[in-house]
């Protein structure tokens, strides 16, 4: 299918926002359809972004519509499952949001749907890994947004220090979008330099925390995140439909650990081409090591 038709599941702060920024957009994307539980919250979504046509960027066909409209679509975008609660960690969520899960993917799959998913519903790596499950689609066509959002808040911390542009950095944040994410700093540069050599342990350590936990503090300041997760989503989806070819930390599957986290991928249109095979440091795999347990521990912990 080369529609680039995109149906985005669940149409709160994060689904509408994503539109939103696909409407900001000079994309390749040729109509949205918005679905939600609360069907007219998705029709008062699409006629507001309607309202925009007229000044947009690029012309969007915008409409809302059911599961069954996502048989001819390219990808589809899942947020919609339980917000995350001041206070309440990612993986709480977790039990409430795999069965609301179980529901949408079955109805998706009956339409004919034959794209890719791409997961941004928290726990996301959790929710990525059982979107493959219930779909029973290969693994390189079920994406998760992974680190992005994480890597670029990284990367824009680290080019504060260094006063470059955040575009000029390469850096990754990696394992689970959440508490037991990790830095690659030994693989960090920008232009060349390795920035482990230009920032001090002390600044480089600040910033992983930083990055790791300020979605709590966004959170019990604003009540949730959406914009920067919103922005990487269309990156994702440009990514895709393009066939970029992009080098991104999305979250896929991992065979050799049996779970879904964040890693630097080749993405394109069939999804995810390849993880790259990296040689981090010693004390990045035994913290990557430790990320992934939690995460096999969460994958354990429901019973559908």
Same mark, same amino acid.
């Given at each position: 299918?080369?529609?680039?038709?995109?149906?985005?599941?669940g149409t709160?702060?994060?689904?509408?926002?994503?539109a939103f920024?696909?409407m900001n957009? %000079?994309?390749v994307?040729?109509?949205?359809?918005?679905?939600?539980?609360?069907?007219?919250?998705?029709?008062?979504?699409?006629?507001? *972004?309607?309202?925009?046509?007229?000044v947009?960027? !690029?012309?969007?066909k915008?409409?809302?519509?059911t599961?069954?409209?996502a048989?001819d679509?390219?990808?589809?975008?899942? #947020?919609a499952? $339980?917000?995350?609660?001041?206070? &309440?960690?990612r993986?709480?969520l977790?039990?409430?949001?795999?069965?609301?899960?179980?529901?949408?993917i079955?109805q998706?799959? $009956?339409?004919?749907f034959?794209g890719?998913? *791409?997961?941004?519903?928290n726990?996301? @790596?959790?929710?990525t /890994?059982?979107?493959?499950?219930?779909?029973? *689609?290969?693994?390189? %066509?079920?994406?998760?947004?992974? #680190?992005?959002?994480?890597?670029?808040?990284? =990367?824009q911390?680290i080019?504060? /220090?260094m006063?470059?542009?955040?575009? !000029?950095?390469?850096?990754?944040q990696?394992?689970?979008?959440?508490?037991t994410?990790? #830095?690659?700093?030994?693989?960090?540069?920008?232009?060349?330099?390795?920035?482990? &050599?230009?920032?001090? $342990?002390?600044? =480089?350590?600040?910033?992983?925390?930083?990055?790791? @936990?300020? +979605?709590?503090?966004?959170i019990?300041?604003?009540?949730? #995140?959406y914009?920067?997760? +919103?922005?990487?989503?269309?990156?994702? *989806?440009?990514?895709?439909?393009?066939?970029?070819? =992009?080098?991104?930390?999305?979250s !896929?599957?991992?065979?050799?650990?049996?779970?879904?986290?964040?890693?630097? !991928?080749?993405?394109?249109?069939?999804?995810?081409l %390849? =993880?790259?095979?990296?040689?981090?440091?010693?004390?990045?795999?035994?913290?990557?090591?430790k990320?992934?347990? $939690?995460?096999?521990?969460a994958i354990?912990?429901?019973?559908?």
């Amino acid at each position: 299918m080369d529609n680039n038709k995109v149906m985005i599941v669940g149409t709160g702060n994060v689904g509408a926002s994503i539109a939103f920024a696909i409407m900001n957009q %000079r994309t390749v994307i040729n109509e949205i359809i918005l679905t939600d539980i609360i069907a007219k919250d998705a029709e008062g979504e699409a006629m507001d *972004l309607r309202d925009a046509l007229a000044v947009a960027p !690029s012309y969007v066909k915008v409409s809302n519509g059911t599961y069954k409209d996502a048989k001819d679509c390219d990808v589809v975008v899942i #947020t919609a499952g $339980a917000a995350q609660k001041p206070g &309440e960690t990612r993986m709480e969520l977790l039990k409430k949001n795999v069965n609301i899960l179980k529901g949408m993917i079955d109805q998706i799959m $009956a339409s004919g749907f034959d794209g890719i998913f *791409l997961v941004v519903t928290n726990p996301m @790596d959790v929710m990525t /890994y059982y979107t493959m499950k219930f779909s029973g *689609l290969p693994a390189e %066509r079920v994406i998760g947004s992974g #680190t992005v959002l994480d890597s670029a808040r990284l =990367r824009q911390r680290i080019a504060n /220090y260094m006063n470059i542009n955040a575009k !000029s950095v390469h850096a990754y944040q990696i394992g689970e979008h959440g508490d037991t994410e990790l #830095t690659l700093w030994s693989l960090a540069d920008a232009g060349g330099q390795k920035v482990a &050599e230009m920032l001090p $342990a002390g600044v =480089r350590n600040g910033i992983s925390d930083f990055v790791r @936990d300020e +979605a709590y503090e966004i959170i019990e300041k604003k009540g949730a #995140t959406y914009y920067g997760i +919103a922005t990487c989503v269309v990156s994702i *989806l440009n990514c895709i439909l393009n066939d970029e070819m =992009r080098i991104m930390p999305v979250s !896929s599957y991992d065979g050799f650990s049996g779970t879904c986290f964040g890693w630097p !991928s080749v993405v394109g249109r069939e999804g995810v081409l %390849r =993880r790259l095979d990296l040689k981090i440091s010693e004390k990045e795999g035994i913290e990557l090591q430790k990320s992934i347990n $939690a995460l096999k521990k969460a994958i354990g912990s429901v019973r559908v």
